[in-house]
């Protein structure tokens, strides 16, 4: 257990040194951000806020108010008074944001606290934000604020079954199955294409989905699992990552994690045509001027698709004998990879083909 003193602003908590016989439980707390933001806010005065120590995705853990001292985290002086706070890294409403190294660091430290301070490894004496009665309203809970974290995502079950043996001083056995993504963190901003890694432990894997927004994207079936995400074709903003490992028996662990894309989306593919076009007669081959990443390009004549093609050379072919001689009008339309489109449209004339030769007449 890797435990590092980061002291929170001196305003952020109560400067009462308690007894060691007014500790009774322990608040579980989802940070809803990183821990570096976490951390950040819990040292900054402003925040009013703070709660004895962060667990971070990777098991380490910051002691910020010492546990002699009430921080201010449960949004009840009471809870606040008898409790010690710890704040895990991760979202309450997104699935999949707490790694089993995140519930082993903070079952190891919560086991060993509720040792020194002589707490039975319950879910009596060990609650979540969301348990903390609000004080000035009966009935309500998640105190003041009406917090509540850590959520239905929070796995009590591993937790307390690890609490309870690091409590008794055993280390819980591994999961029979589990996965991480090692390379990107809660929070990270992310640009351009995205080499996605998910590393798989436990029984025999038989494949790995890896999903974006909730939607499978692929499914990789033996290692190293991986897979390129581009950015460039998804809005910029917040995305939900998550890999599910699905072992040979059919068990499962998912991963997830939440990063912002700075890749601005592609704009819309431009099309051009020459200034001049001849007089269309019989069939003609048509290659627009195209600038961007093209999926498709359309000829549209007269306000209707005429052909379709999918790929390079995005040459585009219209048998005029097919319309009547005279004005038409002729579009052609690039549709880019995530759905935006130019396009660029013109009169052309259509010519009759000339008469045959009328054969020679048989006498
Ligand atoms: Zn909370």
Redo the contacts with the bound molecule.
């Keep these: 257990m890797l435990i590092a003193p980061v002291p929170a602003a001196a305003a952020n908590y109560s400067h009462h040194h308690r007894p060691a016989a007014s500790v009774r439980m322990v608040?579980v707390?989802?940070t809803e951000g990183s821990y570096d933001a976490t951390v950040s806010w819990f040292r900054n005065p402003r925040a009013r806020a703070a709660?004895n120590y962060v667990v971070g995705r990777d098991g380490r853990i910051a002691h910020m108010v010492p546990d002699n001292e009430v921080a201010w985290?449960?949004?009840n002086g009471y809870v606040n008074a008898h409790s010690i706070?710890v704040?895990n890294e991760g979202y309450t409403a997104v699935d999949g944001t707490f790694t089993d190294a995140e519930y082993r660091a903070s079952a190891q430290l919560v086991g060993s606290l509720l040792q020194r301070y002589r707490i039975a490894a319950d879910r009596t004496h060990v609650i979540g934000?969301s348990q903390v009665p609000d004080p000035f309203h009966r009935g309500e809970f998640g105190?003041w604020a009406h917090?509540t974290?850590?959520g239905a995502f929070w796995d009590w079950t591993r937790y307390m079954a690890y609490v309870r043996d690091y409590r008794a001083g055993r280390t819980p056995p591994p999961r029979p199955i589990d996965v991480t993504i090692p390379d990107l963190e809660l929070g990270q901003t992310v640009t351009g294409l995205v080499a996605w890694n998910a590393v798989a432990t436990g029984e025999a894997v038989d494949h790995v989905d890896f999903i974006v927004d909730g939607v499978v994207r692929a499914s990789v079936t033996s290692e190293p699992y991986t897979w390129a995400w581009d950015t460039s074709l998804e809005k910029k903003g917040r995305h939900i990552l998550t890999v599910r490992a699905v072992g040979i028996d059919g068990r499962s662990a998912i991963a997830t994690v939440v990063v912002e894309s700075n890749t601005p989306p592609p704009a819309a593919p431009g099309v051009s045509l020459p200034p001049e076009l001849p007089p269309f007669v019989g069939t003609v081959a048509l290659t627009p001027n195209l600038d961007g990443r093209v999926v498709r390009v359309e000829l549209w004549i007269d306000g209707a698709v005429a052909q379709t093609v999918d790929a390079a050379p995005w040459t585009l072919t219209w048998d005029t004998s097919t319309v009547t001689p005279g004005e038409h009008t002729l579009a052609i339309r690039a549709v880019g990879p995530t759905g935006k489109a130019g396009a660029a449209v013109t009169l052309v004339q259509v010519q009759a083909p000339p008469s045959p030769v009328p054969a020679p007449r048989r006498r």
């Design positions: 608040v707390h989802a709660a985290h449960a949004g706070g704040e934000h105190g917090h974290d850590p």
